[in-house]
């Protein structure tokens, strides 16, 4: 007799059956990482440039008028020694983004729709007075992301700049 009997062939589409079933969770698996990966790469991305955008309006800064020396706030407004880019400059947290507006201008967002910015801190502290430490402003931005299959991705960054007087 030649051929396959009827236990052998259903052992065999069991362990295809297993086989190919690996294959197919092991490649959503490997999908699924990577989306959560490429999510997480534009997080980085997003985060390193609204602390640039901070770092910015804090460049060249005359004075910070809010939040105002020893406190704390949600938005930067900072006076600038150069004017041509208008006075004063403001970066602030607005529902679930962050904006940027110079000159008393309507507010630009600067994070795009996939982002969105949970919180967005600014702390203003006064200098010692002896030279050894400057007046600072810190700022912490946490921001938060879905990726494709709807998981949660959360970043948070800070920054602190030393003003000159």
Known sequence: M???????TLVYIA???????????GAYNL????????????????????????????SGAQAVTAPGVGTTGSALTVAKWDTSIGNPVVVAQNGTNLTLSK???????LNNTNVFVTAFTVTHTEGSG??????????????????????????????TVYLRK
Do not use: C
Not at 2 to 8: N, R, V
Not at 15 to 25: C, D, E, H, Q, R
Not at 48 to 57: E, H, Q, R, T
């Open 2 to 8: 030649k051929g396959f009997t009827l236990l052998e």
């Open 15 to 25: 362990l295809f059956t297993i086989l190919i079933g690996g294959a197919v969770v």
């Open 31 to 58: 999908f699924e990482a990577a989306e959560r990966g490429g999510t997480r790469v534009m997080l980085q991305e997003e985060t390193d440039f609204l602390i640039a955008k901070v770092n910015w309006a804090l």
């Open 103 to 109: 000159g008393g201008g309507s507010p630009a967002v």
């Open 130 to 159: 002896d030279g050894i430490t400057p007046e600072s402003v810190e700022a912490s931005v946490t921001l938060s992301a879905r990726t494709p299959t709807g998981s949660l991705v959360m970043r948070q960054a800070t920054t």
